[in-house]
Antibody
Framework: QVKLLQSGAALVKPGASVKMSCKAS????????VSWVKQSHGKSLEWIGE????????NFNEKFKGKATLTVDKSTSTAYMELSRLTSEDSAIYYC?????????WGQGVMVTVSS | DIQMTQSPSFLSASVGDRVTINCKAS??????LDWYQQKHGEAPKLLIY???NLQTGIPSRFSGSGSGTDYTLTISSLQPEDVATYFC????????FGSGTKLEIK
């Protein structure tokens, strides 16, 4: 069955960067866009951007351009998101998701805490 | 950017009640509207895609309707396991989520 397994929680200092992973299994990784979604504590969801593993093509929410970098490793069916110049506003849970019929499969989420 | 206005923010209803949640888009989204359920501590789960298509495995008490800018999620008979926060998502232009509706049992 389709699974998206994300890396563990991260505690990072302000100004630093963090890179998280999302390992896909149970489907052909290169056939589906992978999106990333942010959920701040107690708040709604924000779409960050997406990447097409087959070509590496990306699309971003304007708000996250320059903040998020999306990459993939086709050999391991893993998608990555790196967030740079972290501030307290970046503390949140980050989900990777697959775009099939919609965002039909989600990873378990990565909690990122930005604190000195 | 398309904005999504979701209402109500909170909803308390009794088991067996019919429940409706609404999303209004800032422009016509041509039925590119999906609904998600998020239980406490879990990732969101797709319920309905493209306005009225039930995702596989989702109970038939969930349904969706709408067109243009106005969309509705209906739970025909509320069950205890439906306690969750519900979000709409438009994907007509980029992706934008609604602000969420927290549903509790009265």
């Amino acid at each position: 069955q389709v699974k998206l397994l994300q890396s563990g929680a991260a505690l990072v200092k302000p100004g630093a960067s963090v890179k998280m992973s999302c390992k896909a299994s149970g489907y052909t990784f290169t056939d589906y866009w992978v999106s990333w979604v942010k959920q701040s504590h107690g708040k709604s969801l924000e779409w960050i951007g997406e990447i097409y593993p087959n070509s590496g093509a990306t699309n971003f929410n304007e708000k996250f351009k320059g903040k998020a970098t999306l990459t993939v490793d086709k050999s391991t069916s893993t998608a990555y998101m790196e967030l740079s110049r972290l501030t307290s506003e970046d503390s949140a849970i980050y989900y990777c998701t697959r775009w099939g019929l919609s965002l039909d499969y989600w990873g378990q989420g990565v909690m990122v805490t930005v604190s000195s | 950017d398309i904005q999504m206005t979701q209402s109500p923010s909170f909803l308390s209803a009794s088991v067996g009640d019919r429940v409706t949640i609404n999303c209004k888009a800032s422009q016509n989204i041509n039925k590119y509207l999906d609904w998600y359920q998020q239980k406490h501590g879990e990732a969101p789960k797709l319920l309905i895609y493209n306005t009225n298509n039930l995702q596989t495995g989702i109970p038939s008490r969930f349904s969706g309707s709408g067109s243009g800018t106005d969309y509705t999620l209906t739970i025909s008979s509320l069950q205890p396991e439906d306690v969750a926060t519900y979000f709409c998502l438009q994907h007509s232009s980029r992706l934008t989520f609604g602000s969420g509706t927290k549903l509790e049992i009265k």
